[in-house]
């Protein structure tokens, strides 16, 4: 599978943005998704994770309650809803996907970056 994230952009803090995931493949529907962050200097950390039905989701601490993870298997693609962005959301966004039985993830989109002014 292929992916190709989009969405970024400059916010200010206490602002929205919506990243989206676009996924090449029939076989979209039986991944897992996750959104990853990676701030400068900083490792790559895991935001948010969602089952192949949607029906399962992960948060970081860092984002519970502001972001929201989802998936629309019928038009192959993820998303990512931010609100009340914070400067310590910037980074460059990364979507993935863990095929069915495997431990990681193994396919990448691109990355889209994320900048919130204070």
């Known amino acids: 599978v292929q992916l190709q994230a989009s969405g970024g952009g400059l916010v200010q803090a206490g602002g929205a943005l919506r990243l989206s995931c676009a996924a090449s493949?029939?076989?979209?529907?039986?991944?897992?998704m996750a959104w990853f962050r990676q701030a400068p200097g900083k490792e790559r950390e895991l935001v948010a994770a969602?089952?192949?039905?949607?029906?399962?989701?992960v948060y970081a601490d860092s984002v519970k309650g502001r972001f929201t993870i989802s998936r629309d298997n019928a038009k192959n693609t993820g998303y990512l809803q931010m609100n009340s962005l914070k400067p310590e959301d910037t980074a460059v966004y990364y979507c993935?996907?863990?095929?069915?039985?495997?431990?990681?993830?193994?396919?990448w989109g691109q990355g889209t970056l994320v900048t919130v002014s204070s």
């Open positions: 969602i089952n192949w039905s949607g029906g399962s989701t």
């Open positions: 493949g029939r076989t979209f529907r039986s991944y897992t």
């Open positions: 993935a996907a863990q095929a069915l039985g495997e431990m990681e993830y193994g396919y």
